[in-house]
């Protein structure tokens, strides 16, 4: 009989609150606690993988099995949305400087890759210069236009035209 389980109702996991103990054991003889996650979910958890220790190697559990997957999701994300806030950020800053420095239509393209994707589009001006020193609209995927041949760089144009021409 493994020794008795230390009482850990009341106790909170991340998002899980220890609610009742479990008759199942881990093969090492580990009780199982029931706890409720916030979202009202109730998962089993093995008592070894409730740690508030995050330096651990172990993987702890801090919330039922559906949020938890929502988590590591949302993790990818936020991080992907932090960086690409920024570079969009990056962008309306750099074309802000460039305002009648390049053609209007440029200023009018989707801010990144991302965005123009988000949008259907092919094109995109972050306002920066590729690493020929071109500054130029980029393809999804192909890079800057004017090291493509398609488009002039903006040094190359003449003076934006007057408008309604
Ligand atoms: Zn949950
Ligand atoms: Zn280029």
């Not at 580990?30 to 109730?42: D, I, L, M, Q």
């Not at 001006?125 to 609209?137: E, I, M």
Request: charged share 30%.
């Amino acid at each position: 009989m493994p020794s008795k389980p230390r009482n850990r109702i009341g106790e909170i996991y991340g998002r899980l609150t220890v609610i009742r103990p479990s008759d199942k054991r881990t093969k090492s003889g580990n009780a199982y606690w029931w706890c409720r996650c916030s979202c009202g979910n109730e998962r089993e958890v093995p008592s070894d993988k409730l740690s508030h220790n995050t330096a651990r190697r172990k993987p702890t559990v801090q919330a039922c099995e559906d949020c938890s997957r929502e988590m590591q999701v949302e993790a990818v994300y936020r991080k992907n949305d932090r960086d690409e806030m920024e570079r969009r950020e990056e962008a309306i800053a750099n074309r802000a400087d460039l305002k009648g420095d390049v053609p209007d239509r440029w200023l009018k393209l989707p801010l990144t890759d991302a965005h123009a994707r988000e949008l259907g589009q092919t094109l995109f001006f972050r306002g920066n210069h590729c690493l020929r020193g071109h500054l130029a609209p980029y393809r999804i995927n192909g890079g800057c236009l004017a090291c493509a041949g398609q488009s002039p760089s903006a040094k190359d144009l003449p003076s934006t035209k007057p408008k309604g021409s």
